[in-house]
């Protein structure tokens, strides 16, 4: 299992910090949520901030841009240090050739169901994909609670990428904590997004990570 941290909760004050503690703390990737307060009801960060995160460690940058036609703004986020982008497929008019785009700058390009798209449409980009996103809330906020009905999505996605033969990551994103978490990896997760549940913890980021790891790893099937 793979723990992407998002910087959306953490303290933009001290971001360095923040990002150096939880690689500390073992997360795997950084998780971060630009949105442009079109495709999503919030503003967040850029390519600048893509670019500060690239300064303060060497883990992989997972951005997640909640924007509306992203194709216009890839390789301002591939210069920026992203490693993989992902974009939903809402706010992609022409997917396949956005995809294409991202893995021509040398990206893995990943690709996001909001919850109520269904998983079919992402059927017919599989070969060109690295990662498939489920959201498991409507995008736009950290800190909401996880959607039960994104289960049987996540298990859906686990079995297209099965059938097709696909090694693309299968993650989600939204509302994971100790309690939600479990659940989403039996379902078919091998990448956790979290916000809260890794820089809201009460007792500090290390111990986040770790509520996060113990919950999910006994749960793991393959
Ligand atoms: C939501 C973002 C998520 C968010 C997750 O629009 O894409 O990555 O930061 O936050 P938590 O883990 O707090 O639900
Ligand atoms: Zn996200």
Not at 176 to 196: F, N, Q
Not at 201 to 220: K, M
């Amino acid at each position: 299992m793979l723990l992407s941290a998002s910087i959306l909760s953490a303290d933009f004050a001290r971001l360095g910090g923040a990002i150096r503690e939880a690689e500390s703390a073992g997360v795997d990737w950084i998780h971060v949520d630009v949105m442009d307060g079109q495709f999503v009801p919030n503003i967040t960060m850029g390519p600048v901030i893509v670019q500060a995160c690239q300064r303060s460690t060497g883990l992989p940058l997972d951005v997640h841009l909640m924007i509306h036609e992203p194709i216009r703004f890839l390789p301002a986020f591939e210069k920026a240090g992203a490693d993989t982008i992902t974009v939903h497929v809402e706010a992609c008019t022409h997917l396949h050739r956005t995809l294409q785009a991202i893995r021509d700058l040398g990206c893995s390009a990943g690709v996001a169901l909001n919850p109520a798209t269904p998983v079919e449409a992402v059927g017919d980009v599989l070969d060109l994909v690295d990662l498939v996103l489920v959201m498991s809330v409507n995008p736009g906020f950290a800190g909401q609670s996880f959607l039960p009905s994104s289960l049987p999505r996540i298990r859906r996605v686990r079995q297209m990428l099965d059938e097709a033969g696909s090694q693309a990551h299968l993650q989600v994103d939204g509302g994971l904590t100790a309690e939600t978490a479990p659940a989403a990896a039996e379902a078919g997760a091998r990448v956790l997004a979290a916000a809260s549940a890794i820089f809201m913890h009460p007792d500090g980021v290390a111990a986040g990570v770790r509520a996060l790891r113990q919950t999910v790893e006994p749960s793991l099937t393959k």
